[in-house]
């Protein structure tokens, strides 16, 4: 009997599903089932899955697993903000935080365990960096989310968007975060649209032109900054890739399609980017990009030593783009309670390495 681990079918996108199938012998359709099994019913259990031969769903069971990660705890915070602490293997754990508004539903995945780029106010740069998730990890949180909302009597809610916000930088695991996007966008699977589905990133450069001929969800970029000179210190990785070359791919993102915009995440520090001066450079940076502003107002954490900016600060800030027709919104804070809100994610992560992988990428091949 071989020991190697069992074939996760969460592992699989839909196309992934269809040559698994092939392998075996067996018709393409079969992913289809299984995905709609899987992803639409919530069914994990193959012998369930009655519209599958005895003798499939006897091989399936016998060669497969359908694996997603174990609850470890479930926070509620008083805003009606869900947490989950996940486990996933080597002892890590991670977090998905679900945000219920009025008119919908927004799910924040995480993509690594911990993260590597090290931004100097974000609570998961302080833990480290363990490993990227696994497909099965990722579209695992959906999965755990929906059937959770499905089922909770009093959040009768549906995930309705679906954020790349949680821990980790998506695009350092792109093949794993695309492959996980496609089921939330497949029409068997959660049935997203594309502008539903949000990845966020620092500014991993070449993956940003990745993402838009693989999978051209909608993007937030973590900006931060309207100079080199600041956003090296708060964004490391802008010492890899900095803003022109991060504008330039973000141009090329929305390209020919005159209804999408990139949405720009900028943390409100205390006198340290929050100046009406800086955003003005802001306007001049974001010149001929269709875009939105998100101000973030910051989320103090452990060993970072910043201020919030005060609100009227940061409508002082929010004045200048609007004189400038960017439309900028100020993102509440939202299940800070519990440490859910932006940048407080921190799960467990074990045998951190997170500074050996930073000096590899500021050191630019
Ligand atoms: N690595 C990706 C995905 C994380 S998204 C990225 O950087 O985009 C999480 C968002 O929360 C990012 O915009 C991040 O910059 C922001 N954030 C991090 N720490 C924060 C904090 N302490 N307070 C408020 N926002 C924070």
Redesign the pocket.
């Known amino acids: 009997m071989s020991t190697a681990a069992p074939i996760n079918l969460l592992d699989f996108d839909a196309p992934g599903l269809a040559a698994f199938f092939a392998s075996w012998g067996e018709r393409p359709y079969r992913a289809t089932q299984i995905t709609k099994w899987v992803h639409q019913q919530g069914v994990i259990d193959f012998t369930a899955m009655t519209n599958l031969s005895q003798a499939l769903r006897a091989r399936l069971g016998a060669e497969t697993v359908i694996q997603v990660p174990e609850v470890v705890t479930l926070q509620e915070s008083n805003d009606g903000t869900l947490k989950w602490l996940l486990r996933v293997s080597g002892g890590n754990c991670i977090e998905t935080v679900f945000i219920p508004e009025n008119d919908r539903g927004t799910l924040c995945v995480s993509?690594q365990v911990g993260?590597a780029?090290n931004?100097s106010?974000?609570?998961?740069?302080k833990q480290g960096y363990n490993r990227n998730l696994t497909v099965g990890e990722i579209i695992g949180q959906v999965w755990l989310a929906a059937r959770h909302l499905g089922q909770h009597p009093k959040t009768q809610k549906n995930i309705t968007n679906v954020?790349?916000?949680?821990?980790?930088?998506?695009l350092m695991n792109f093949e794993n975060v695309t492959a996980a996007m496609r089921l939330m966008l497949d029409d068997n699977a959660y049935n997203l649209g594309r502008k539903r589905v949000t990845l966020?990133?620092?500014g991993v450069v070449p993956a940003i032109d990745r993402l838009r001929e693989e999978c051209p969800v909608a993007l937030?970029?973590?900006l931060?900054a309207p100079n080199d000179a600041l956003r090296d210190e708060l964004?490391p990785i802008n010492k890899t890739y900095p803003l022109a070359e991060l504008m330039a791919a973000c141009k090329r993102y929305v390209g020919s399609n005159p209804h999408d915009l990139i949405t720009f995440?900028y943390?409100m520090l205390e006198g340290v980017n929050d100046s009406p001066a800086l955003a003005r450079d802001l306007v001049k940076l974001l010149r001929g990009i269709p875009a939105k502003v998100n101000l973030?107002?910051?989320?103090?954490?452990a060993g970072?030593d910043?201020g919030r900016s005060p609100l009227d600060a940061i409508n002082r800030f929010r004045l200048e783009l609007n004189k400038a027709d960017i439309l900028t919104i100020t993102r509440k804070t939202r299940g800070d309670d519990i440490d859910a809100?932006?940048?407080?994610l921190v799960g467990r992560v074990e045998a951190r390495s997170a500074r050996k992988r930073l000096h590899a990428m500021e050191s630019r091949p």
């Open positions: 993509s993260c780029l931004c106010f974000c609570a998961t740069a954020v790349m916000m949680g821990m980790g930088e998506p966020s990133t620092a937030a970029v973590s931060h964004v995440e943390i973030i107002p910051y989320n103090p954490i970072a910043y809100a932006c940048g407080q």
